[in-house]
């Protein structure tokens, strides 16, 4: 597509609950990124996926967070048993960006708003 | 490790006013910088990026930044603010040589005064 999809873009759950998020890249992108974007707080990096390599997890803040990217495509976000503290916005982003340069600069979606009620 | 600090976490200008955004960096490499911008309810979209190259560089919607290695610094300036630009405003850090995490500030909102 023209821009990296993100869906759903609002979601309220239950403390407790499983949630799903999902997000398209652009068609090309090797590299794909999600951020968590929390009030007053900057851009919290979770994961990256960079082609077939392995992913780079080491910004998910607990076992409850996982991610996966499925034919170098499409990803999704899981979170269990929410908490009220991962209420937030999250971001996924996917660049050209290789690894000897990452000077392209991201596209990012417009982000999932994750309220845990 | 990479940090940049963002001076200001709301800057309020005059429209037609002078736009100035604070970004220190720090890094013991050769770092790549960014601007970001994010309007409500929308994802971040790149002002404008250094890469070694010129120390000014030129962005959309009339921004610039300047690459200061001795003040560690790359604000962000507009000579006359727009109505337009009122958002939210993220610097943010990286380096070359190899797979590195962006690392981005804690963000700078900007409100335009009529």
């Known amino acids: 597509g023209a821009g990296v999809s993100q869906s759903p873009s609002n979601k309220v759950t239950e403390k407790g609950k499983d949630v799903e998020l999902r997000c398209d890249p652009i068609s090309g992108h090797t590299a794909l990124y999600w951020y968590r974007q929390s009030l007053g707080q900057g851009l919290e990096f979770l994961i990256y996926f960079q082609g077939n390599s392995a992913p780079d997890k080491s910004g998910l803040p607990s076992d409850r967070f996982s991610a996966e990217r499925t034919g170098g495509s499409v990803s999704t976000l899981t979170i269990q048993r929410t908490q009220q503290e991962d209420s937030a916005v999250y971001l996924c982003a996917s660049s050209l960006a290789h690894l000897d340069d990452p000077a392209f600069g991201y596209t990012f979606g417009s982000g999932t708003r994750l309220t845990v009620v | 490790a990479q940090s940049v600090t963002q001076l200001g976490s709301h800057v309020s200008v005059s429209e037609g006013a002078l736009v100035l955004l604070r970004c220190n960096y720090s890094s013991s490499v050769p770092p790549y910088l960014f601007w970001y911008v994010q309007y409500p309810n929308q994802g971040l979209q790149l002002l404008l990026k250094?890469?070694?190259?010129?120390?000014l560089v030129k962005g959309i919607n009339g921004f610039e930044a300047e690459f200061k290695k001795s003040e560690t610094s790359f604000h962000l300036t507009k000579p006359s603010a727009h109505m337009s630009d009122a958002a939210e405003y993220f610097c943010a850090v990286t380096r070359s040589g190899g797979y590195q995490k962006v690392t981005f500030g804690t963000g700078t909102k900007l409100q335009v005064i009529p």
């Open positions: 250094y890469t070694s190259a010129a120390t």
